[in-house]
């Protein structure tokens, strides 16, 4: 296991200098899920959710989102984005909004923080959209799938049921 690179040698945290690392294409795979009632998904589906388009609104959240990644995580570098999608893929089944976002760049730092905020922040806008309905809505499985480029090369997760 490596160390953790946000602290330096007397254990402080500081901003890791990637001044020196070359820039390279950078991407990142993050996915999470959010449950909720079958009544509540079937109007997230068919677009009766009283404050409008559900998912459309939840989408640009997580752009917006990963473009603002530095801002909230403290340590996060600010990286010039290249492309973010927010996609999303219904479960009636398991009552489920299911929501994948990429992340790329090509920098001197990887952009799976950005990937992972703007899961996060679109599982959450869909909450805040839905919740007069339905309170009970558990965002959850948040976690990076893949990431590709840097010195590190790519990485992807194990297989995790669904």
Do not use: N
Request: proline share 3%.
């Amino acid at each position: 296991m490596t160390e953790l690179t946000h602290f330096d040698s007397a254990g402080q945290a500081h901003m890791v200098d990637v001044g020196a690392k070359d820039e390279t294409l950078r991407v990142a795979l993050a996915t999470g899920s959010i449950r909720m009632l079958p009544a509540t998904l079937q109007r997230v589906a068919d677009g009766s959710a009283a404050k409008g388009d559900v998912l459309g609104v939840a989408r640009i959240a997580g752009i917006m989102a990963a473009k603002r990644t530095a801002e909230l995580i403290p340590l996060c570098h600010p990286i010039a984005l290249t492309r973010v999608t927010v996609d999303f893929e219904l479960d009636s089944a398991a009552a489920t909004v299911h929501c994948s976002a990429r992340a790329e760049t090509r920098g001197r730092t990887g952009v799976e923080m950005e990937a992972l905020t703007a899961v996060q922040v679109a599982l959450l806008t869909v909450y805040d959209m839905c919740k007069a309905v339905d309170r009970g809505m558990v965002i959850t499985d948040v976690r990076l799938l893949e990431k590709h480029g840097g010195k590190s090369g790519d990485w992807m997760a194990p297989l995790a049921p669904r």
